[in-house]
C-alpha cells in the first residue's frame, strides 16, 4: 500500500481508504457489530490505514465501531471523522438530511463526543460535514485552527455533499489555507466536480488534496449492481433514475479495455481500474470505495495493481468527452447541485438545482 500527503499537513494517508459509513449503518447491508469490527480490522491487516468516518453515521454508532476496532492500534491509523449535523436534536427520517449546525458551541461538543466515542485525543483529520460555504464564518475557521493549534487536529477538511455538486464549497476548501483536504464524489463517469476542483489546484498551485469518495459510481464500476440486479427499497441507490444504470452499464462496456492493461504490467478487474484512474490525479490523496466485505478489501487494496498508462487515461478522457458515444440522457442532472445550483451553471457544467 502506498500512502500520499494531505496537502502540507504531514498527514499521511493510505491510497485507499476504509470509508466508515458502511459500518453503523445498515445502508450498505446489515451486519452485526463484531462483524464490523472485524471488517476494519482486516482493512488494517490489508494496508488500508486511513479511516474515515463521521458522526452523523448511524448517530455516533460507526465512531463507537471504530474506536473498538482500532483499539491498540491507534498509531496505525490515520484517523478521520466529520461534524456538523445536528442529529442530537432532531430526527432521522430516512435517508434524508439532517439540518446542520456549525454554531462554536455546537461544534465544541459535537467534537468532545466524538473524541469520547473514538477514544482517543485526537483526530488526524477533522472534515466539516456538508457545511454551506456561507456557514463556514471567520469563526468557525478561527475555531478549527484553534483545534488544530492545540494538536487535537492535524489536518482539516470539508467534506461535499450530499448531493454531486457543491462546487463554491470546494473552491472555498481549496482557497482557504485552514483546508488541507476536499472531500468527493469523483470517479471517471461523475468527473464533476472534482475534476474541477483537480484543475483549480493545479492552476493555483494549491497545496490542497482531493479524497474521492464514490469511486465505483454507487455500483456501477465494481460491477454490483448489473441488469439482473434487484435494489430493495431501503437501498440508498434506489432513489437513482433507470436511466442512469442502463447508460452506465453501456459505459462499462466502453471502457473493457482497462482490464487490460495496455503494458505488461498485469491485468485488472473493472473496480480496480476505477481506483487505478482516480490515483492517476497526483491531487487524489485517498480513495475511499464502499467495502461490503472482506472479499472487496482483498480485491480493491490489491498490491501490484498496474497503474493506468497515458495512453489509457486519455482514451478514457476523449470517451468521457463524448459522452461514452451514448446520445442519451442518464436523468441524473436534478440530482446534481450546488447550493442553488448558480455557481455550477456559471461554471459551464451543465447541472442544475436539485428538485428535492
Known amino acids: 500500500m502506498q500512502h500520499r500527503e494531505l496537502g502540507n499537513s504531514g498527514v499521511e494517508v493510505s491510497e485507499i481508504g476504509f470509508g466508515a459509513w458502511v459500518v453503523g449503518t445498515d445502508w450498505w447491508g446489515d451486519r452485526s457489530d463484531e462483524q464490523a469490527v472485524e471488517m476494519v480490522e482486516t482493512a ?37 471523522t466529520k461534524i456538523g449535523y445536528d442529529f442530537y436534536n432532531n430526527p432521522q427520517a430516512g435517508h434524508g438530511e439532517l439540518p446542520k449546525e456549525l454554531d462554536r458551541e455546537y461544534l465544541e461538543t459535537a467534537f468532545e463526543r466524538s473524541l469520547d466515542r473514538l477514544d482517543t485525543d485526537h483526530v488526524d483529520l477533522l472534515q466539516l460535514h456538508n457545511a454551506n460555504v456561507d456557514e463556514v464564518t471567520p469563526e468557525v475557521r478561527d475555531l478549527l485552527a484553534e483545534w488544530k493549534a492545540d494538536g487535537r487536529v492535524r489536518a482539516l477538511g470539508w467534506a461535499l455533499g450530499p448531493s454531486i455538486g457543491w462546487l463554491a464549497e470546494g473552491d472555498a476548501a481549496v482557497e482557504y ?77 466502453a471502457i473493457r479495455f482497462l482490464e487490460e492493461p495496455d503494458h505488461a504490467e498485469g491485468t485488472r478487474t473493472m473496480a480496480q481500474a476505477a481506483i487505478r484512474w482516480l490515483l492517476a490525479h497526483d491531487e487524489v490523496a485517498s480513495v475511499t470505495p464502499t467495502f461490503r466485505d472482506a472479499d472487496d478489501i482483498a480485491e480493491w487494496s490489491a498490491a501490484g495493481v498496474p497503474p493506468l498508462s497515458e495512453t489509457e487515461y486519455e482514451r478514457v478522457d476523449e470517451l468521457y468527452a463524448r459522452n461514452f458515444d451514448i446520445d442519451r440522457d442518464d436523468g441524473m442532472d436534478v440530482l446534481r447541485t450546488s447550493v442553488d445550483g448558480e455557481d455550477i451553471e456559471a461554471a459551464g457544467l451543465d447541472k442544475r438545482a436539485a428538485s428535492y
Open 177 to 253: 489555507e485552514e483546508f488541507d483536504a476536499v472531500q468527493t464524489v469523483f470517479n471517471c463517469f461523475e468527473q464533476e466536480p472534482g475534476r474541477h476542483f483537480v484543475d483549480t489546484i493545479r492552476e493555483t498551485g494549491s497545496d490542497t488534496s482531493v479524497i474521492a469518495r464514490v469511486p465505483h459510481s454507487s455500483g456501477l464500476l465494481n460491477e454490483q449492481v448489473t441488469p439482473d440486479t434487484v435494489l430493495e427499497d431501503g437501498d440508498h441507490r434506489s432513489h437513482r433514475p433507470t436511466e442512469w444504470y442502463e447508460t452506465g452499464w453501456e459505459k462499462v462496456e
Open 44 to 80: 488494517l491487516d490489508a494496508g488500508v490505514t486511513y479511516v474515515d468516518t463521521g458522526d452523523v453515521y448511524g448517530h455516533g454508532d460507526s465512531e463507537e465501531i471504530i474506536g473498538r476496532a482500532i483499539d491498540g492500534r491507534r498509531d496505525e491509523v490515520t484517523l478521520a
